[in-house]
């Protein structure tokens, strides 16, 4: 692997940050002075960065709390994305693991392992998501129970999965889907002749977002929480 490259994969410095550590004779390879930032690190080489050692990165995961505005994107010409939320350093190599819109708040999930990130996506596992929403009118007992039966999604030719559905308020709700259809809440309560007028994503399986964390703000996740999820929706005995 090229010096720069290992640089980034170590710290989280940007590829044109590691290459102006190395020509800055900031770093060492087995002892040496290493100025060519294209010169290849054999396996089980040693490295240091300012004297210190370093090696590479073990996979990431994090939680994010998203503020609305921004978009789950590496990258956007148009928007804020919700890698900027985070420092440069560390940055790299991730991306967003299930998506939410640009108006939607709540817990974004991000990591570099993709294998991870299937198992906690992929449509088969069922893995739970649940949200907050407010409502442009008042939700009735009728709707509650069209929505925990299952309701048809204008343009679609099969009902939802069956959604738990809690009435927190005349116009509040709290609601848990385990299929990842396109704006699937907002269909939902669209499909009962409501019209949701702000959306928050309270938890993913077993893990809800950190009532620490202010909006913008992101934490590392747990080993419990890492292997929670990707163990989230799992039938028995996979």
Known sequence: MRLDRFLSHAVGLTRSEAQRAVRAGRVAVDGAP???????????????????????????????????GCVCATGDRLH???LELLPPAERAGLHVVGRLDIDVTGLVLLT???????????????????????????ISDEALE???????????????????????????????VTEGRYHQVKRMFAA???????????????????????????????????????ECGAPAGA
């Open 112 to 138: 570099d392992d993709g294998a991870w990130s299937h198992r906690v996506t992929a449509p088969r596992r069922k893995c739970p998501k649940t949200y907050l929403a407010d409502l442009a009118a008042a």
């Open 80 to 82: 804020p994305t919700v």
């Open 34 to 68: 290493a100025l060519d930032p294209a010169v290849k690190v054999a396996e089980g080489a040693a490295v240091a960065l300012d004297g210190v050692p370093v090696g590479p990165r073990g996979p990431r995961y994090l939680m994010l709390h998203k503020p609305a």
């Open 146 to 176: 069209v929505l925990r039966r299952g309701v048809r999604l204008r343009g679609e030719d099969r009902d939802t999965a069956p959604a738990e559905v809690e009435r927190l308020g005349p116009a509040r709700a709290r609601i848990t």
């Open 192 to 230: 009962v002749g409501n019209r949701v007028t702000g959306l928050h994503r309270e938890r993913i399986g077993p893990v809800a977002l950190d009532p620490g964390l202010s909006q913008g703000a992101w934490r590392n996740l747990t080993a419990d929480e890492v292997a929670g999820l990707a």
